[in-house]
T-cell receptor, first 111, second 113 residues
Framework: NAGVTQTPKFRILKIGQSMTLQCTQD?????MYWYRQDPGMGLKLIYY???????DKGEVPNGYNVSRSTTEDFPLRLELAAPSQTSVYFC??????????FGSGTQLSVL | DQQVKQNSPSLSVQEGRISILNCDYT??????FLWYKKYPAEGPTFLIS?????DKNEDGRFTVFLNKSAKHLSLHIVPSQPGDSAVYFC????????????FGTGTLLAVQP
């Protein structure tokens, strides 16, 4: 089992560029999440999904979009990247609402 | 508004001794608490959890204690090992909301050989 796979691991963007962070899981989990972690801060929820076709905003959704067309995939789209979006992004999935399985993260720098 | 607080950014402990990591919360609606462990360049991994109806949960070297009246939980690691050196995040689930975990800022544990 690969678990939760995120790509890319690292990326540098210029201000105003767009990109999609990919996330896929092979555990047939209904719940999927995107978090960001800034230095010295906890994990902040960006968006989450309770199943294919259903998404909802978390604590910090501005500047991001998501889609969930399949159970396996939950891509995160950044439109018009800004320096404030420099962070480490983690995708996670879960069977229930408790124990989350995380990917290894994407380190994004916006310059 | 930080609903889950880990006031100690770091902790250093000698190998073999007890490590105690603390977490405070403000929301009385939280019904489930978890601890995650994170190594550099990796995602967090689940360590141990506790329901709000319990006051203690034990798994091997790891024990989590919950004091609901004080809105405080702690993670005890006995005995501490160098491989335990990592960042530990406390997280809480709001029973009134769907599927959302609120994370603390983390505590960096260093276990000295």
């Amino acid at each position: 089992n690969a678990g939760v796979t995120q790509t890319p691991k690292f990326r540098i963007l210029k201000i105003g560029q767009s990109m999609t962070l990919q996330c896929t899981q092979d555990m047939n989990h209904n719940y999927m999440y995107w978090y960001r972690q800034d230095p010295g801060m906890g994990l902040k929820l960006i968006y989450y999904s309770v199943g294919a076709g259903i998404t909802d905003k978390g604590e910090v959704p501005n500047g991001y979009n998501v889609s969930r067309s399949t159970t396996e995939d939950f891509p995160l789209r950044l439109e018009l990247a800004a320096p404030s979006q420099t962070s480490v992004y983690f995708c996670a999935s879960s069977y229930s609402t408790e124990k989350l399985f995380f990917g290894s993260g994407t380190q994004l720098s916006v310059l | 508004d930080q609903q889950v607080k880990q006031n100690s950014p770091s902790l250093s402990v000698q190998e073999g001794r007890i490590s105690i990591l603390n977490c405070d919360y403000t929301n009385s609606m939280f019904d489930y608490f978890l601890w995650y462990k994170k190594y550099p360049a990796e995602g967090p991994t689940f360590l141990i959890s506790i329901s709000s109806i319990k006051d203690k949960n034990e798994d091997g070297r790891f024990t989590v204690f919950l004091n609901k009246s004080a809105k405080h939980l702690s993670l005890h690691i006995v005995p501490s090992q160098p491989g335990d050196s990592a960042v530990y995040f406390c997280a809480a689930r709001n029973g009134g909301a769907t599927n959302k975990l609120i994370f603390g800022t983390g505590t960096l544990l260093a276990v000295q050989p």
